[in-house]
């Protein structure tokens, strides 16, 4: 386990089932008990009409470059569904509403979260463009480190 011996302070999830039991599992695995924030603004980007289908069942119906497009791109949005960019707007007010208090008093906070609501993050929090953020993929199950001066400034990220 990547975060055993690392102390938290404080979780925050999404409200989605799969971030939801991955934490469980996180803090079981850890014999953690802190204190859990869900916010559906941590959710996953909405694929509105693309829900539910995989890859594969997307590229055959509206083609491969489409689907990159959709998945990759930080503003084009699928059909009834969020872009990045959307995203973003929904992610980063939060983080700076809700969570950067606590690590402005020296907590540390871990996020469960979801590809894109992370990508989202990330390209706030390490200052990255619409075309480098497009180049992101977002490892499952492994944890990154973001460490922060005392007012608060990106020292360091990275996989764990």
Do not use: C
């Not at 599992?25 to 859990?36: K, R, W, Y």
């Not at 791109?73 to 007010?93: I, N, W």
Request: charge should be neutral; charged fraction near 25%; avoid cysteine.
């Amino acid at each position: 386990m990547l975060l055993k011996g690392f102390p938290i302070d404080i979780a925050f999830t999404s409200i989605l089932k799969r971030a939801i039991h991955t934490l469980d599992i996180l803090l079981a695995e850890t014999g953690t008990q802190i204190p859990i924030i869900r916010s559906p603004a941590l959710n996953e980007r909405n694929y509105g009409e693309l829900q539910g289908m995989n890859k594969a069942e997307t590229a055959k119906k509206y083609g491969t470059e489409k689907v990159l497009l959709w998945r990759r791109s930080f503003a084009v949005r699928p059909p009834g569904g969020e872009s990045l960019k959307d995203t973003f707007h929904r992610v980063v007010p939060y983080y700076i509403k809700e969570i950067l208090p606590f690590l402005k008093i020296g907590e540390t906070v871990l996020i469960v979260a979801h590809g894109n609501s992370l990508r989202a993050l990330m390209m706030y929090l390490e200052e990255l463009d619409e075309q480098e953020i497009e180049m992101v993929e977002i490892a499952t199950g492994v944890p990154r480190l973001y460490e922060f001066s005392n007012d608060i400034k990106l020292m360091k990220a990275a996989y764990l």
